[in-house]
């Protein structure tokens, strides 16, 4: 709260007002995108994610805790024919593709008002959900929040999956070592990495350990939640961005940064991940920024539990993440009208 005071207390009185009243409006409307996509990666199933976040009662649940709702629907994705390896990427000409109808989309949500909430698919789909975010509303922030860094070049990646490498084109320092690639002249790199926050990491490639130190990108791993606990960790996250402007923030949330005992059923688990309340921490501090315009829930995989209740725990924490996304707070909420019944 100190930090969200904080991001909130500086400016003219006038300018107080302003924002308090766009972080009304931003907190109190989501606009609901599904992105049914899995090739970034190699493992059928996670294009199921959107359904089944549905499913489990999303809309239902932030239009209870006083959230506007409006659902989208799922994007449909064009079949790709002849999508050969380019070097050692994989499917290049269908995330190209795909992303470019997200962004497209997010791009239109932006402009209905909403908070936009793109519910994955892999995390490919982060290239055309940041894109159109920062089509609309211009710079932004990001918040990663994943076990992993997805900010290999095409070049650099040891396996040629796109879903670990959605940062490198969106950077603007990484751009002189991305090359052409099919169906993604589109993209603007539209994110510095001055503006970029990782939470949660702890399977990093050494390629990837490069491009952080070099860029200078703040990291906050696994290790420095452990040592300076999450709640010194969002302060600092939301210091550090909001140094001189406040932008709006960007929070990409990969089912994968928490542990995988809480939320097995994804693509790439890593053990010693977030902890159900460290990751719904998370939601709870940037909500409560008043500066969440978009956010990525990708990941979810039903096809890699093993049980029912693999599946029903890690759907269950996609859909609280979102809620504490839009205002919901473990003390409780109620709504400003409310009044106790008289007898
Ligand atoms: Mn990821």
Not at 48 to 72: E, T
Not at 219 to 247: A, H, I
Not at 274 to 299: M, W
Request: a negative charge; glycine letters at 10%; one cysteine or more.
């Amino acid at each position: 709260m100190r930090s969200a005071r904080r991001l909130l207390g500086t400016g003219s009185l006038h300018h107080l007002h302003l924002h308090l009243h766009l972080h009304q409006l931003h907190q109190r409307s989501a606009g609901i995108i599904g992105a049914p996509f899995s090739k970034g990666q190699p493992r059928d199933g996670v294009d199921r994610g959107p359904d089944l976040i549905r499913a489990a009662g999303l809309l239902d649940k932030l239009q209870g805790q006083g959230c506007a709702v409006k659902d989208y629907g799922n994007l449909q994705f064009e079949e790709v024919v002849d999508d050969e390896p380019v070097g050692r990427v994989k499917r290049v000409r269908a995330v190209g593709s795909a992303n470019q109808r997200l962004s497209e989309a997010v791009q239109a949500v932006k402009r209905d008002g909403h908070t936009t909430v793109m519910l994955g698919g892999d995390h490919s789909l982060a290239i055309g959900s940041i894109h159109g975010h920062s089509m609309a509303v211009g710079e932004l922030s990001v918040v990663w929040v994943d076990a992993h860094a997805d900010i290999n070049t095409p070049l650099s990646s040891p396996t040629g999956n796109l879903h670990g490498q959605p940062m490198s084109y969106l950077l603007h320092e990484l751009q002189s070592k991305v090359p052409v690639l099919p169906n993604f002249s589109w993209i603007k790199p539209c994110v510095r990495a001055k503006d970029l926050v990782y939470i949660g990491l702890r399977d990093v490639d050494p390629e990837e350990h490069y491009i952080l130190k070099l860029l200078g990108v703040k990291v906050f791993s696994m290790s420095e939640v452990d040592q300076l606990g999450v709640s010194r960790v969002m302060e600092e996250t939301c210091d550090y961005l909001s140094d001189k402007v406040k932008k709006p923030i960007h929070l990409s949330y990969d089912i994968d940064a928490v542990d995988p005992s809480v939320t097995p059923a994804t693509g790439t688990p890593v053990p010693g991940g977030l902890t159900y309340r460290e990751a719904v921490f998370i939601t709870e501090h940037l909500s409560q920024t008043g500066l969440l315009s978009a956010v990525d829930l990708v990941e979810v995989n039903p096809l890699r539990a093993r049980t029912e209740q693999d599946l029903r725990s890690t759907v269950s924490t996609a859909v609280d993440l979102l809620l504490g996304c839009f205002g919901r707070l473990r003390q409780g909420n109620h709504s400003a009208g409310y009044r106790l019944p008289e007898p």
